[in-house]
C-alpha cells in the first residue's frame, strides 16, 4: 500500500514544453508539499497545501503551478520547461500536530530532464 | 530564522566502523528534531526523531540525542553496514512554522 504515490517516475521532455507530475496520498494528512532537489541533493521546498489551500509560495517561477483538487492531491504544472528545471521533484504530505508541521512522508519522486 | 547545518560530505567510512554525523540548529522556539535517510533512487525516508529536550531517537541502530544546551541532534551508529550508505538529512519542525527546515544532507558511503 503506497503511502505518497507520484506519477510519472521519469519524464524526459525539450526546452519549451509543458508538463504536469501528479501526487496522491492515502494517508488522511491535511497538507501536502513539493519540493526539489539538485544534483547536489540539497532540497528546496517549492509549495505547501493545506486542506487545499495554498499556504507556501518559496520563490517559485510563476512558471510552475501547484494544483489541489482535494486534500489528498497535489499536482504540479510546469509551463515552459528550461533546462534549470532538470531536477528531481519529491511530492510529501505531513498531519499537523499542536501546531507544527509534523514528519513527512516522502513520495518516491519524478526525475525530470529536459533537453 | 531557523536553520539546520549538517557537517560536509561526503563520509566514507570502513565497514563496521564508527559513525557521526553532526547536525546543529538555529530555531526561535522549540522544535521537533529529524533524521531522514535517501537511499539511491528513492525519497527521503523518516529514520528517527526527537519531539523535546533530552528525548534520544533510535531506530536500525541509529541513535541521536536532542540537546538543547548544544543545539545539536548529531546522528551516530556504533557499526555501520555497505547498506547504510545513503544521504542522510537532519530538519526541524518549530512551533507555528507549517514546514520542515531540512539541512543540505550529508552523503555517506560504507566500503566493504
Known amino acids: 500500500d503506497t503511502a505518497v504515490s507520484q506519477t510519472p517516475k521519469y519524464l524526459v521532455t525539450q526546452m519549451g514544453n509543458d508538463k504536469s507530475i501528479k501526487c496522491e496520498q492515502n494517508?488522511?494528512?491535511?497538507?501536502m508539499y513539493w519540493y526539489k532537489q539538485d544534483s547536489k541533493k540539497f532540497l528546496k521546498i517549492m509549495f505547501s497545501y493545506n486542506n487545499k489551500e495554498l499556504i507556501i509560495n518559496e520563490t517559485v517561477p510563476n512558471r510552475f503551478s501547484p494544483k489541489s483538487p482535494d486534500k489528498a492531491h497535489l499536482n504540479l504544472h510546469i509551463n515552459s520547461l528550461e533546462l534549470g528545471d532538470s531536477a528531481v521533484y519529491f511530492c510529501?504530505?505531513?498531519?499537523?500536530?499542536?501546531?507544527?508541521?509534523?514528519?513527512?512522508?516522502f513520495g518516491p519522486g519524478t526525475r525530470l530532464t529536459v533537453l | 530564522g531557523n536553520s539546520v547545518t549538517q557537517m560536509e560530505g561526503p563520509v566514507t567510512l570502513s565497514e563496521e566502523a564508527f559513525l557521526t554525523i553532526n547536525c546543529t540548529y538555529t530555531a526561535t522556539g522549540y522544535p521537533s528534531l529529524f533524521w531522514y535517510v535517501q537511499y539511491p533512487g528513492e525519497g527521503l525516508q523518516l529514520l528517527l526523531k526527537a519531539t523535546k529536550a533530552d528525548d534520544k531517537g533510535s531506530n536500525k541502530g541509529f541513535e541521536a540525542t536532542y540537546r538543547k544546551e548544544t543545539t545539536s541532534f548529531h546522528l551516530e551508529k556504533g557499526s555501520v553496514q555497505v547498506s547504510d550508505s545513503a544521504v542522510y538529512f537532519c530538519a526541524l519542525s518549530d512551533q507555528g512554522a507549517q514546514k520542515l527546515v531540512f539541512g543540505q544532507g550529508t552523503r555517506l558511503t560504507i566500503n566493504p
Open positions: 494517508l488522511g494528512h491535511d497538507t
Open positions: 510529501a504530505s505531513s498531519q499537523e500536530v499542536g501546531g507544527r508541521a509534523s514528519e513527512q512522508f
